[in-house]
């Protein structure tokens, strides 16, 4: 069966995680995926492990793209029908449909990229996409669960917005640069924060271990995980001595300390070599902590003085390279607000 996943960003976060967790996937739109599976279920079960993922549909094979064909595949009262990659209007062509059926009613989209999960959700929508070229007609399956996604943002028990938390689906998607399922794994936050790494992975089914040098953030990632049912070994230590208390780790997955979150442009020069030396120190002793083969997804801040572009990542094209492959760099995400980019990189130690 064909199915079209719809992520809430198109950027190259979004399109590494679907890579990585969706074999196969080929990107159809800047924001929709196409790929296969067996079941429905499946499909489903792909979908809901992404952070980027908002909406799945699959494609109708017995539907076609006109107005007859769509009447007589809705079942809801509420329909909604836009045409994939393309906007325009399209009411005549609701109304037409809503004529033949002779009862219910109809949400124009906002855009090619349908209805809201919300709307979609709260009204209960057949909603169908129509692509024209290729005369297929697509119906949403699933929509990601907004309410649970808002929660673990807003409503956990330890939040500080200051200290520079990871949004929910933001930190998924880098646990998703993994490639693993999850199960039988032991994947490790060494900067943990407020514990967002730790509690996506241990949504995916990870044995999470965490760490961080300040013991408030420590207990506050352990309340975080309490309040999901959620434990893990957690340890107040520098993230350069992880060695002394963690060995046989899967996976690495963190946002690390950044630096100052507003500085002057002059200070750019003293950060960056400093931020350089902690991350050197760390990847050294992670090499002690990681399993062979065993992977670490970390965000590296990149700083701009007005002149000159410095990117803490260029660490890894020193000596680290004899003990780690650098499997993917220049993968993105930014903070609207924010001064200072952070690429993600993964790394295979060796
Ligand atoms: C950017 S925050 C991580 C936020 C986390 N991803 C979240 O969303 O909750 C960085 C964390 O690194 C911790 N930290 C700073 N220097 C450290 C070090 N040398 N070793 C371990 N943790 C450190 C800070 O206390 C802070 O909690």
């Not at 209960?124 to 649970?148: C, G, P, R, S, Y």
Request: aromatic content about 10%; glycine content about 8%.
């Amino acid at each position: 069966m064909q199915f079209l996943l719809f992520v809430g960003a198109n950027n190259t976060l979004a399109a590494e995680e679907v890579a990585v967790q969706i074999k196969e996937a080929t990107q159809e739109y800047p924001n929709v995926y196409l790929f296969s599976a067996g079941t429905i279920d499946e499909a489903k079960s792909l979908a809901r492990r992404l952070g980027s993922s908002i909406k799945l549909a699959v494609l109708m094979e017995k539907v076609s793209p006109d107005e007859k064909s769509i009447a007589s595949a809705i079942k809801e009262k509420t329909f909604s029908v836009s045409l994939l990659g393309k906007t325009g209007p399209m009411g005549k062509f609701h109304q037409e449909i809503k004529d033949l059926k002779g009862k219910g009613r109809f949400i124009l989209p906002k855009d090619s990229f349908g209805l809201s999960p919300i709307i979609n959700k709260k009204h209960k929508v057949d909603e169908f996409f129509i692509n024209i070229e290729k005369l297929q007609v697509w119906t949403t399956i699933w929509v990601h669960n907004f309410a649970h996604w808002i929660k673990k943002d807003r409503h956990m028990p330890r939040i500080d917005p200051r200290a520079g938390m990871l949004p929910p689906k933001i930190a998924r998607s880098m646990v998703n640069l993994v490639p693993f399922s999850g199960e039988g794994k032991t994947l490790l936050d060494p900067f943990c924060g407020s514990g967002r790494v730790l509690v996506e992975a241990a949504e995916l089914g990870y044995t999470i271990a965490g760490a961080d040098i300040i013991s408030k953030q420590v207990s506050d990632t352990e309340e975080n995980l309490r309040s999901m049912n959620f434990s893990g070994l957690l340890e107040v230590l520098d993230a350069t001595h992880l060695s002394t208390k963690f060995s046989n780790i899967d996976a690495i997955v963190t946002e690390p300390f950044l630096g100052k979150s507003k500085f002057r442009p002059d200070e750019v020069r003293y950060m960056v070599p400093g931020l350089g030396k902690l991350y050197l120190g760390c990847l050294k002793d992670w090499l002690k902590v990681l399993k062979p083969g065993g992977f670490v997804v970390m965000v590296f801040p990149w700083f701009s003085d007005g002149k000159k572009v410095y990117k803490t990542s260029e660490i890894i094209d020193g000596k680290l390279k004899l003990s780690y492959n650098p499997l993917k760099r220049g993968i993105f995400y930014s903070r609207p607000d924010a001064d200072v980019k952070r690429e993600i990189v993964i790394l295979q130690k060796k």
